[in-house]
C-alpha cells in the first residue's frame, strides 16, 4: 500500500554555540508525535557526510548511534535532541524527520560552533639597507590565506590591502595591517581570535641584518636574529645602546687580561727550567 505524503520544510535555524556547551534542538510544529517515525541527522561539513544520530518509533525504545551514544540526550515526550560538549567539528547542518501517517514535516538548524585557534607564520622574508618584504601565512585548522608586506624605515603597508576569506564552518579569516601590526584574525558570530606580530620585529628576526631598527611608534634593538628590546620611548634605547657596547668592551678587556695572564704563566714556566 502506497501513502501520498505532504511535505512540510521550515527554514533552516541558525544556532550559534560557544565550544564545549550543550545545544537543544527542539522539533517545529510536529503533530501526532505519539503514531509517528522520528529521526534527527547530521550533515558533517568536515566530512561531507550525512550522519543518523537518532531514531525513535512510537513505543520503543530511542535507538542511537554508536558513534553518539553518551554525546546526546533524546526526549521521548517531545522528539528534541540535546548535543553536549560540542567541538569545531559538530558544526553543520542538524535535520529532524518526522514522518507520519499522511505527511512529513521536517525542521533544519545550522549549528555554528566557536572558531578554532589561528596562527600567524612567516613563509619568506627579503630585506636591503633600507627596506624588508616579508610574506606570512595566517592559517586555521581547516584554512589558510598568504599576504605580503613591505616595510622601509618609516612605515609598512600590505600588498593589495586587507585579504579575507570565508572558512569551511562560516567564519571569517582576515589578515590586515594596523599600526605597523600585522593581525590575523578568525571569527563567527559567537567568538574570535588572533594573532598579532609587528612587521619590522619579523623583518629583524628572520632577515637578521639591522641591530637598531627605527619605526614610528617603537625601536627595536636586536643583535644577529635574536631581539632584544622593544620600546615606545626612543630614551630608553640609547641607554640600552650605550650599555650593550660597555659589556661588549669590559668583556673584550676581561678576555685580553686572561690572555696575557695565561701568557705571563707560561714564561714563568719555561724560565723556572
Known sequence: VLHNHILFV?????????????????LKEADDLEN????????NKSINKDLILVRWLPRTEPEVSPGYKGRIEFTVTRCCVKLKNLQETDSGVYTARVIGAVDEQTTQYNVTVQVSPVNLTVDSVSSSSDSCNLTVTCSTQDSHISSTFTCDTKTCSQEGGERSEVTTFAASLR??????????????QVSWTEDIERAKKLCIQYA?????????????????????????DPKPVIIVVALVFIAIFL???????VVCLRKRRKRKSKSAF
Open 10 to 26: 521550515i527554514a533552516v535555524t541558525p544556532v550559534f554555540v560557544q565550544k564545549g556547551d550543550d545545544v537543544m534542538l527542539n
Open 36 to 43: 509517528s517515525f522520528v529521526s534527527w541527522n547530521f550533515n
Open 175 to 188: 589578515v590586515y595591517l594596523v599600526n605597523d601590526s600585522i593581525t590575523c584574525n578568525h571569527s563567527n
Open 208 to 232: 637578521g641584518k639591522t641591530d637598531l631598527f627605527f619605526n614610528r611608534d617603537s625601536y627595536v634593538v636586536s643583535f644577529s636574529k635574536l631581539v632584544l628590546f622593544i620600546f615606545t
Open 251 to 257: 668583556l673584550l678587556i676581561i678576555v685580553a687580561a
